[in-house]
């Protein structure tokens, strides 16, 4: 297996002028792709960061942040991949973490002056030595080089192996500070392989991924699958409906990566009737509950298939769907259990509770991260005292190994002793015409602890109260207890670094309602 670096550089041979990235500002070749690379690689290493010391690439989504970590790769450094949307205090947590040397970036962003905030970094403490600033979305200012510090002899040899930490990123900091996940790339294109086989993936695709490129999703999607395909994929620096929306009828696009969020604000925009959306024969979502009845509306919308791989950040998919399951497979469930991992259920004591069929799903496997980057509690807390993998949810598993997540083991709604789950609030609720996203959480009660409120985003020029939600529910014989006891309507729902609805903030604001009265 040979590196994605090295992967690029033979593209760069054969296809030179096949396009690796189409973006905003211009299309990079596979030829561009392996000569920007190098000559980052050549910059980092002329400055002096030895091999695996950590770079924080913060940029946004786009061919730019995909050179940057190859850049890195060829340097032999190590990427601290920090999402484009993430706020002074995670960037500021994220550097001093991971000990970067380095702060690759943009000269300013709409939130940041990052001159300015490299410097405050160095002024609290960071370790950081240099900033290196890509003046233009693909590459490095000329400036740069003039007069600059020449490549070490050894740069060849400092090229990462596939086995090689190569990135870290971080979990979603919903809750508090985020954390390092350790990757190498072996688990990327050991994912990279099943994704092949469950969507029948080609090199004759092109690829559209709309996730932030440092967190996995984004990672197999736009940096690792479509390289090892030699396939072209559509980056956006900027989630946008109808950009998104105009790009697939564009390149004609035929692999679509989005959050079920995201793909939801397809449907819901206007311009979804006036695109051509038929080259579409996939997409792939998940980070969040898929919800059937919007899945279902985008597969008949444009024929593809909705698929998703389940797990997480630290452990990679534990399940997936594939393109020859039935649909209430594909939307139902998040797919039948991969052999590979050796799925098991524990149960809130650390016992395996495997033969009952529910409990909170673990593995062993080749698609694992490494843990938690010099965080050895918090990694000890991620595996069972038997040494596998947590993921952190409550699911099922049938006789027919077909998974289904009732809800993370955080996003439980217990209302007078009695479980509810989240995920399955918002599904119900989201069936609502006046709704274009939905949000439970647990509102807190002096007499059942916590009861079901629910936060929403509504389509244009519509109206609803909860007694229309509540009324709407009982018509489609939702269980009672699972109806909302308080609604809010906001303009738009928070998110996350990685792109979800950041519940954390949700939790956060209804406790203080409560707390006021209000």
């Not at 970590?69 to 500021?92: D, N, Q």
């Not at 600059?148 to 090229?159: Q, S, T």
């Not at 452990?315 to 098991?344: F, I, K, N, Y």
């Not at 709407?472 to 909302?484: C, D, K, N, V």
Request: some cysteine; overall charge negative; proline content about 5%.
């Amino acid at each position: 297996m040979q590196p994605l670096a090295a992967r690029i550089d033979a593209l760069a041979r054969t296809r030179p002028d096949g396009v690796a990235f189409y973006s905003d500002s211009e299309d990079l070749t596979w030829a561009e792709y392996a000569r920007r690379s190098d000559r980052l690689a050549a910059h980092l290493a002329g400055l002096g960061l030895l091999p695996g010391e950590r770079v924080a690439v913060l940029l946004p989504d786009g061919p730019g942040v995909h050179n940057a970590f190859v850049g890195c790769e060829k340097a032999g450094l190590v990427v601290m991949g920090i999402g484009p949307r993430a706020g002074r205090e995670e960037i500021r947590h994220l550097v001093r973490k991971s000990g970067a040397a380095a702060l690759v970036t943009r000269p300013a962003s709409r939130d940041h002056d990052f001159r300015v905030l490299y410097e405050d970094l160095r002024r609290d403490g960071a370790a950081l030595r240099h900033h290196v600033v890509l003046e233009r979305q693909l590459d490095l200012d000329e400036a740069c080089y003039a007069g600059g510090p020449a490549a070490p002899a050894d740069l060849a040899a400092r090229r990462l192996g596939v086995g090689d930490l190569f990135l870290l990123n971080s979990t979603s900091g919903t809750t508090g500070l985020p954390k390092c996940v350790m990757h190498h790339q072996a688990r990327w294109f050991a994912f990279h392989e099943l994704a092949v086989e469950s969507g029948e993936l080609t090199p004759a695709e092109v690829f559209c991924s709309v996730l932030p490129a440092p967190f996995g999703f984004g990672l197999w999607t736009a940096h690792f699958t479509p390289a090892a395909l030699g396939a072209p994929c559509v980056v956006l620096e900027r989630f946008s409906a109808e950009e998104t929306l105009r790009r697939i009828e564009r390149h004609r696009v035929t692999v679509l990566a989005a959050v079920s969020t995201q793909f939801i604000m397809l449907l819901n925009d206007t311009g979804v009737a006036k695109h051509d959306l038929s080259s579409l024969r996939a997409l792939y979502t998940g980070g969040e509950a898929v919800p059937y009845e919007r899945a279902a509306e985008f597969e008949e919308r444009t024929g593809a298939a909705v698929l998703q791989f389940y797990g997480s950040n630290e452990t990679g998919a534990l399940s997936c769907t594939t393109t020859r399951d039935t649909r209430e497979v594909r939307l139902r469930s998040a797919g039948h259990v991969l052999p590979s991992m050796h799925v098991r259920l524990y149960d809130d004591a650390g016992n395996d509770v495997t033969a009952s069929g529910t409990g909170q799903p673990a593995c062993k496997g080749p698609l694992t991260s490494l843990g938690y980057y010099e965080d050895a509690a918090a990694t000890a807390k991620l595996y069972t005292r038997d040494g596998w993998m947590l993921t952190g949810d409550i699911a099922t598993i049938d006789a027919g190994g077909v998974l289904r997540v009732v809800g993370r083991v955080a996003d439980f709604i217990i209302r007078g002793g009695k479980n509810i789950s989240g995920p399955a609030v918002e599904e119900a609720v989201a069936t609502h015409p006046a709704i274009a996203l939905a949000a439970a959480v647990a509102m807190p009660d002096p007499v059942y602890g916590e009861r079901v409120c629910v936060y929403v985003e509504l389509r244009a020029g519509a109206s609803l109260t909860l007694d229309a939600l509540r009324e709407h529910l009982a018509a489609l014989g939702t269980t009672r207890e699972w109806w909302p006891e308080r609604l809010i309507v906001v303009d738009a729902l928070p998110r996350a670094s990685g792109g979800k609805v950041a519940k954390g903030e949700l939790r956060a604001d209804i406790r203080q309602r409560v707390a006021e009265g209000s």
